[in-house]
């Protein structure tokens, strides 16, 4: 089947920077992405790419160049979903905030209303593929509800999980280490893989794509992430241990790192990880292990949760003992809001729980981020319910100079990994702060040698 028309529902993280770079890759092929966000296909279709709603090194190029050629934006959902002969669904998958499995399961109503409109509109045969991570077996709900409700035309349900991190997602997509087709073994079946294996290999390596049965495909992305998140919480549980005992993390990280049965990659000790992903899928992967009675399962993975919980309270609370046990009224400035470097994404950042700690104990907390606006730190810090608007307020400021956050301040949190922070007139910084003057390096990004040497009360984690 010769596919010339592909539609995603989503325009998010996940699905804006893939349509763009098949897009890009796909000349032949026309990629509509279409979200019920009006604002943000508007910030898509922004006639300045600097304004494109999410920030890529990389993409604001990518969709320059196929924007208005092959790549169309839209808030148009029906009419995408009729013309396309794929569908990909990106739509996003939150944990449950309610009912059975809250707190823990995937909330799928966004695909399951996904899946009921694509049977409404659909008059031709689709391949609709799930690119949102979804726990096991949600394909064959979404052949259900599209089978039972349909018009009477064919579908083929594909799992294709994407695998690219934010920061890094433009090579991610242009260089996979592997792509993943989960389909059933059915005749129209394979068809249907073969014709999304077809779109991949206009630029992926044969031996690169994958192909399994569907629930093999949607396990392995649950799989992967719980591995990746796995290694962090190993290598912070060790950090604890180093600075109670003298060794260093980083250097325990490299000289395991080195063992090629380990490998050096995600063993970088940190205040903790975030992001859309990791724990939503870990506590959804407990949350299908328990459902099957697998409770040894569930409480080995559930671990890697509580010990990320733990190395985001150690660090507010190594804070607050480290400024004599009170932080009240003193100015604490972040640096880094966003989740990890060269991303706008704020999601389960730890900054988010860190700054919320820390306003417990009633300090003034001022960030600089290089993304990230002051609306959405406060929008983060609401969407705790911890206190209200008007009170977050009250404590939290955002600055657009890094100096300026910076000045009087008592102590300094690393919070993101920018690049950026590397490079900072540190003597200047310290002439301005409080004295003694403190930072609390939660990247482990500087120098300790030459804070130390300017007259920080320097921290790391894990030395
Ligand atoms: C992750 C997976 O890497 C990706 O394959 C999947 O598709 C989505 O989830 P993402 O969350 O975008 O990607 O970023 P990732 O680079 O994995 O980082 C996640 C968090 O872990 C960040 O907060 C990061 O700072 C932290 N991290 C990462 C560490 O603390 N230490 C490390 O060594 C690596
Ligand atoms: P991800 O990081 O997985 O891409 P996001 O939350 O950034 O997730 O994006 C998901 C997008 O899907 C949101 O912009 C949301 O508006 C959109 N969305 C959710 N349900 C629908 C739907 N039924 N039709 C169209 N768009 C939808």
Redesign the pocket.
Known sequence: MKITKICCIGAG??GGPTMAVIAQKCPDIQVTVVDLNEARIAAWNDADVANIPIYEPGLDAIVAEARGRNLFFSTEVEKAIDEAQIIFISVNTPTKTYGKGKGMAADLKYIELCARQIARVAKDNKIVVEKS?LPVRTAEAIKSILDHTGNGVQFQILSN?????????VQ?LLHPDRILIGGDSSEEGQKAIQALVGVYSNWVAADKILTTNVWSSELS?LT??AF??Q??SS??AMSELCEKTGADVNEVAKAIGMDSRIGP??????????????QK?ILNLVYIAKSYGLNEVADYWEQVIIMNDHQKRRFSNTIVQTLYNTVADKKITFLGWA???D?N?TR???AIYVADALVNEQAQIAVYDPKVSEKKVLADLDYLETRTSAQNKACVASFEDPYLACKGAHAIAIL??WDEFKEYDWKKIYDSMQKPAFVFDG?NVLNAAEMKAIGFVYHAIGS
């Open positions: 993280y996940v991570t999980p994407e695998f690219l991190a934010e920061g890094t997602a991610d992305k992967a992430n990746l998140a290694r962090i290598i912070n990659k995600f063993l970088k000790a940190s205040v903790g990880f975030g992001g859309s992903c990791f899928d989740f990890k470097k991303t994404d389960e950042s730890a993101t990994e990247r």
